[in-house]
């Protein structure tokens, strides 16, 4: 898994968009927040968000109402009005008409029975209205007279009028449908900014092209255990700011001025986090998270004076330290835990209103905030040692995982899987150039030895046709002639061994109906398997078999088989020979005989080259007839197994079918 920033455009548009999901989140949590207070997620949301919205928003309605039947009382009683408040009460008397708003009111002034101002339908009913409410307001004319107003105020039932009203109530209605779906917004934005803040972590570099840690910044030079306690400070005075304005009661009678505080508020918060999470992953691939904080600083120098430097918990194995870590983080929530349970049976009224339970929510919600980006980088890092493994497992030695992410012990493991492939790759290497040294050595020493037998075995045979009547020289030439013969077949195996190791061989594939094949080859070994009083017995699971071969190096396969055969088999017995399907698309060949001698080495070793089962070589044959006939078969796509079973020698080869 290669690392996803990799230039510094993408590393801050990556910033950006940590920050923007973290803020979008934020709204959303407002925005939740705000439904929560007027009952949206609870089952009278129907009826009491509408009528908390329409109470909100009557608020500054009975205000105009009130100065509009101030304006009103003042023209009606001749006195005169200034030219701004005949152009307020215009403005009044065209807001106030049907069918211009959805309200309807009546002003009484100073306890009057008679309304001073009234705005209802033509019936006079009230009985129908969707909301309705009563208030006292106090007024003062220019003489500083005060007039006390009670004002009645409705809504229509239909909301027919394109007012303000109206659009509270489409809102309304509106936010009744994306009640639950901004929570599901919220979850998914929480988690791309969290995945974001992993990629950006995970794209911290802290080498250079050479491999050398670059210099380390200032805040990654502050000890960490003093820059959480800074962290901690941020996030305390920015807690403390959000406090005031709960206190100054900012929320409940300015609810944009609040929103925008506390969006202010969190993107300093978000960045301060963004920083310190990305801190945190340069301390983690540096490998000196614990090593640069005063905690380790003091303890180091109090078991340096007390001699115990390799000591404690930074020499425990992999798996305590986790097991360690995680006990300790467990433990502390249980103990936060623990604390905040008893203030809640503890505080006065008993009430769960009473108890702020929010800042344990928040105290967990910071301690994932760290932990899960953490946890992504070592996920990230068994993913890479993992698919490190793997590809050494496959033999991709030119695989290198990426260890720029490593901290720690993935580091090491990572390091070590490294160096094995690194061993392994030379060996390869020193394997390839011993057997293209011994390759080429054999086949320069078979062709020099070749030339020079060829002329002996040539004039061994002049000599044999010009006769002799020396009976001993007779003798010898022949001894010499089957000698010459017999190293000019080793010298032959050698230079196809060499070919075979070489993969200097050619393979002409084509189609071959192997009980034909079998049927020649028997007769063509039919004089010297009667010489050697062996009898040969065949079986065909159908009267044509096709497979894909090369004609030409089966024979070298059955001549080396047969001749194997010729050389231990026991006199006077039988041999196998069947061919039978093997599955769909496959064809069995088998080989089975009595051995003369008894066989003391397994199938495997007897194919190893120059390999033998009479090991004090009394016998003829050099131990390079077995090995050829597997290696031919397998470059023409078969397998060649040997069995051995007390005296029983069994090969069994396969080739692919072909159809007829």
Same mark, same amino acid.
């Given at each position: ?198 990629? #950006?972590? !995970?794209? =911290? ?6 491999? *050398? ?5 200032? +805040?990654? $030079? &502050? ?56 801190? #945190?992953? !340069?301390? =983690? ?6 090593? *640069? ?5 003091? +303890?180091? $120098? &109090? ?358």
């Amino acid at each position: 898994m290669k690392i996803l920033l990799k230039t510094t455009t993408d590393r801050v548009t990556a910033m950006f968009l940590f920050i923007l999901f973290m803020e979008i989140s934020v709204s959303l949590v407002l925005g939740i927040s705000c439904m929560y207070d007027y009952h949206f997620y609870a089952s009278d949301y129907k009826t009491y968000a509408t009528q908390a919205a329409f109470g909100v928003k009557s608020e500054a309605e009975i205000d105009n109402i009130a100065s509009y039947a101030v304006l009103y009382r003042k023209q009606q009683s001749g006195a005169e009005l200034t030219a701004q408040e005949r152009s307020e009460l215009s403005l009044y008397e065209k807001r106030y008409v049907p069918g211009m708003t959805n309200a309807r009111f009546e002003v009484y002034a100073d306890g009057g029975v008679q309304p001073l101002l009234r705005f209802m339908p033509q019936d006079g009913g009230t009985d129908d209205f969707t909301f309705r409410r009563f208030a006292e307001r106090t007024v003062y004319d220019e003489n500083g007279t005060p007039t006390d107003l009670s004002v009645r105020f409705f809504l229509m039932p239909e909301l027919t009028a394109k007012d303000s009203f109206r659009l509270v109530a489409e809102l309304v209605h509106i936010a009744v449908m994306i009640r639950y779906p901004i929570v599901v917004m919220l979850v998914l934005t929480v988690i791309l900014a969290l995945l974001i803040l992993g990629a #950006l972590m !995970s794209s =911290v570099e802290v080498t250079d092209a050479n491999g *050398n840690f670059k210099r380390e910044n200032f +805040i990654d $030079r &502050i000890p960490l255990d003093l820059l959480i306690l800074m962290l901690l400070f941020v996030f305390g005075f920015f807690g403390v700011l959000v406090a005031l304005t709960a206190v100054a009661d900012v929320k409940s009678t300015n609810i944009v001025l609040w929103n925008a505080v506390i969006l202010i508020i969190s993107f300093f918060l978000i960045v301060v986090a963004m920083v310190f999470n990305l801190s #945190l992953a !340069s301390r =983690v691939k540096r490998g000196h998270v614990y090593r *640069n904080t005063l905690v380790f600083r003091v +303890i180091a $120098r &109090i078991r340096k004076m007390a001699g115990k430097e390799n000591d404690g918990y930074f020499k425990v194995p992999f798996i305590g330290k986790a097991l360690l870590t995680v006990g300790l983080a467990v433990l502390a929530e249980l103990i936060v835990l623990l604390f905040f349970l008893y203030s809640y049976y503890t505080n006065e009224s008993g009430l769960l209103h009473d108890f702020k339970f929010i800042y344990y929510v928040c105290f967990w919600a910071a301690g994932r905030f760290i932990l899960i980006p953490v946890f992504f980088m070592m996920a990230l890092n068994l993913s890479r040692i993992r698919e490190n493994g793997a590809r050494l497992a496959e033999g991709d030695y030119a695989f290198d995982a990426d260890s720029q992410i490593m901290f720690g012990d993935f580091r090491q493991i990572n390091a070590n899987l490294t160096k094995i492939r690194e061993d392994m790759m030379d060996a390869a290497e020193e394997k390839n150039r011993s057997y293209q040294m011994r390759s080429e050595l054999i086949t320069n020493i078979s062709h020099d030895i070749k030339t020079p037998l060829t002329s002996i075995v040539n004039y061994v045979d002049l000599l044999k046709r010009t006769g002799t009547d020396d009976e001993t020289a007779a003798e010898y030439m022949e001894i010499l002639q089957t000698q010459s013969v017999k190293l000019k077949k080793l010298l032959e195996n050698l230079i196809e061994v060499s070919k075979l190791t070489a993969g200097d061989i050619s393979v002409q594939m084509d189609s071959l109906d192997v009980v034909t094949f079998v049927e020649q080859t028997v007769s063509e070994f039919a004089d010297r398997l009667e010489a050697a009083q062996l009898e040969f017995v065949t079986a065909f699971a159908a009267p044509e078999m096709q497979i894909f071969a090369d004609g030409d190096k089966l024979w070298r396969v059955f001549e080396n088989l047969i001749g194997n055969i010729l050389k231990y088999a026991q006199t006077g017995t039988r041999v196998y020979l069947d061919v039978a399907w093997e599955g769909r698309d496959r064809v069995r060949i088998t080989f089975k005989n009595v051995s003369r001698d008894p066989i003391h080495v397994s199938g495997e070793e007897l194919t190893r080259r120059f390999a033998r089962a009479d090991a004090s070589r009394h016998s003829e044959g050099y131990g390079l007839g077995l090995s050829i006939a597997q290696s031919l078969t397998q470059i023409q796509g078969g397998t060649f197994d040997v069995t051995v079973d007390g005296d029983l020698f069994r090969v069994d080869m396969t080739f692919q079918k072909a159809e007829g």
